[in-house]
């Protein structure tokens, strides 16, 4: 797996490149590459798999509620606060959209208008982003290797101190992020 997340990740790249290309012309009213901008919608597929089984792989001992701050340990945080943002703004131009469209209602057949090329592409760039920075965050991750306190308990990825005992956690030098 691990052979292939470089390959998945330039695929998010550019996956993410292209969404914010189309979303930026159809900000401007503009609709380029038809409906050929919608293979976009599959291109998500294409990533999310592979994203998916890695991180379920990197998260699946901690409690769901650690998930994000697991996940995207490997982060450096303008790339944290730059999917975060991608996801907000996701959030509030498809709410435009949807509430734009149940408006406006425009039938029509042929290729999209501005209006649902932006709400959909704000989306695109949400889960790419998301999917790049989670794969490049795994890449960082150690090994999946057991953290453990003074007293031999497992601890997660983000504790300082024992869940348990409340001893210190045994710091290993192979543990945190891999140098640059």
Known sequence: ?????PAVSALAGIGL?????????????????????????????????????????YTRDFPRRDFWKIALRG?????KRLTYGFFAYAFAGFAYYVLTSALHPVRHS????????????????AFYSTAMALLYSSSRMPALETRLCVQGHR?????????????????????????P
């Open 1 to 5: 797996m691990k052979t292939i997340l």
């Open 17 to 57: 490149a292209l969404s914010l290309v189309v979303h930026t012309a159809a900000l401007a009213g503009a609709t380029p590459f038809g409906t050929s901008a919608f293979a976009l919608h599959a291109g998500v597929f294409v990533v999310w798999l592979p994203t998916v089984m890695v991180i379920q792989r």
């Open 75 to 79: 982060c450096p945080p303008w790339m």
């Open 110 to 125: 042929g290729p999209p208008d501005a209006a649902t090329v932006r709400g959909f592409s704000g989306l695109w760039m």
């Open 155 to 179: 601890v997660g990825p983000l504790a300082r101190f024992c869940e348990q005992c409340g001893g210190p956690v045994i710091e290993r030098p192979s543990m945190g992020p891999a140098a």
